[in-house]
């Protein structure tokens, strides 16, 4: 009887470290999947931008006779400590620049409010008044047609290409009435490209120079929200990051120094690695022209 609960005894024993094993085994399988799904929602562009863990298998080393070895429970338990670690720090960062891009939008969003009642309550403009002088007229030759009112953007010495690429030619005509310092009608085709080409990779290029019309034209109001809306439309567009640049301007002009310094943060944790020295120098002038901290 003694000998059957020595062996009963021996048994539980030797049984806990199996079962606490296989728990933490479990416990590491999930924290694995779960750090895969944490690396695509933050480098959605593939597993190449992913950030392994840093929790490779130390290499076996001699281990000088009559030193216990670590138990597979130990290894283990550092594993899961080292991935929950990792886990904290992801889900903080995520935490963080989710939180400035809602402040972000919540700041712009109050602030195009303003600028649109503003922009409402301003006074008509004047309208023509009918006059009540008759005004005589040549008498039109027989067989004369009234000529259709059509407001097509007239040339006037600026060239309209004719590639066979709508949105290309439509696009590069936008940009010369802009060149030329025309900036109605730039404003104009520049929307039109918008429009008529959203999905095109010229949309990003045209909502950008829309916002550098309106900018160029003393218009930093209009200007802000053609750039704002460039990167939240086409995030990943060419032009973003340069949209984000000029609306701190379009900001700094509107004598909004505080939220110029927010936007010029936003384009340094979001583009930082995607934009040129050139413009990472501009960025920071800016910064220090804006007194940012």
Known sequence: MQKWMLAAGAAMVLAAPVEAQSGLDGRVGKLESEMR?????????????????????????ATPAGTPATTPIADLTARVSSLEQQMAGMT??????????????????AYKTATDARFQS??????????DVTVPTAPRPAGATTPVATT?????????????????????????????????????????VVADHPKHRRASF????????????NKPSLASIAFYDNYKKYPDGERAPESLYYLGS????????????KVYGELIDVY??????????????????????
Do not use: H
């Open 37 to 61: 799904a944490v690396q695509r929602k933050v480098f959605p562009g593939g597993a190449g931008a992913t950030v392994s863990p840093d929790i490779s298998p130390v290499p076996d080393v």
């Open 92 to 109: 903080g960062q995520i935490e963080q620049a989710q939180y400035r891009l809602r402040q972000l939008e919540e700041q712009f969003v």
């Open 122 to 131: 301003a006074p008509p403009a004047a309208t023509a008044v009918e006059s």
């Open 152 to 192: 097509p953007i007239a040339g006037g010495g600026v060239e309209r290409p004719s590639t066979g690429d709508a949105a290309e030619d439509d696009y590069t005509f936008g940009y010369r009435l802009w060149a030329a310092k025309r900036y109605a009608d730039a404003a104009t085709q520049l929307k039109k």
């Open 206 to 217: 045209a909502q950008n120079l829309l916002g550098r019309t309106y900018l160029d034209d």
């Open 250 to 261: 379009a900001l700094l002009k509107l004598d909004k120094p505080a939220d110029a310094c």
């Open 272 to 293: 930082g690695d995607k934009i040129s020295p050139a413009m990472k120098t501009n960025v920071a002038r800016a910064r220090t022209g804006a007194k940012c901290s």
